[in-house]
T-cell receptor, first 113, second 114 residues
């Protein structure tokens, strides 16, 4: 069975702090993809990044960075120097051999000014 | 760029009423999906259409039907609405079902069943 766990239900930090959102996944597939999506208060879902199971290189995009570690089945997301506009619910998702996206429950991130 | 368009954005129904949620994409994508999002949970797949002319059940298909009208449009029908179907419904599309294809989402339909 495939599963995605985002243990942090809600995180609250003060603007400019760094924050890491955790994602742990379970799968028996050898080929799979991991995704992060952002859902701002307006409600839409915005694709942020994908990572395949054969590429463990970390990725940085501006203030965002992602750390993929197969050894711990984790795909964590860090926001550096957080801003109020980063406030949103962030979802981690897994796509394996059945081609269906399995979603975590999401982490609500609150950035206080 | 419209992307994925869902209508309506909000709807209130009475138990037992029927309703069709509409979804259209203008990205020439082959695959389309319907999800529901409930508080404290991730999205759950209701139905998907890997390509025009095909539809398949997802994780929570009971109480729903779908129609892939053409490549652009994928509708979700509730034949006899129940309070348990109160949720936010998202339509999504992707170039294909393949692993690496991200899904692009509409803005959602907030549906309340009284």
């Amino acid at each position: 069975a495939q599963k995605v766990t985002q243990a942090q239900t809600e995180i609250s930090v003060v603007e400019k702090e760094d924050v890491t959102l955790d994602c742990v996944y379970e799968t028996r597939d050898t080929t799979y993809y991991l995704f992060w999506y952002k859902q701002p208060p307006s409600g839409e879902l915005v694709f942020l990044i994908r990572r395949n199971s054969f590429d463990e290189q970390n990725e940085i995009s501006g203030r965002y960075s992602w750390n993929f570690q197969k050894s711990t089945s984790s795909f964590n997301f860090t926001i550096t120097a957080s801003q109020v506009v980063d406030s949103a619910v962030y979802f981690c998702a897994l796509k394996g051999s059945n081609y269906q996206l399995i979603w975590g429950a999401g982490t609500k991130l609150i950035i206080k000014p | 760029n419209a992307g994925v368009t869902q209508t309506p954005k909000f709807q209130v129904l009475k138990t037992g009423q029927s309703m069709t949620l509409q979804c259209a994409q203008d990205m020439n994508h082959n695959s389309m999906y319907w999800y529901r999002q409930d508080p404290g949970m991730g999205l759950r797949l209701i139905y998907y259409s890997a390509s025009e002319g095909t539809t398949d059940k997802g994780e929570v298909p009971n109480g729903y039907n779908v129609s892939r009208l053409n490549k652009r449009e994928f509708s979700l029908r509730l034949e006899s609405a129940a309070p348990s179907q109160t949720s936010v419904y998202f339509c999504a599309s992707s170039e294909s079902r393949q692993h690496n294809q991200p899904q692009h989402f509409g803005d959602g339909t907030r549906l309340s069943i009284l």
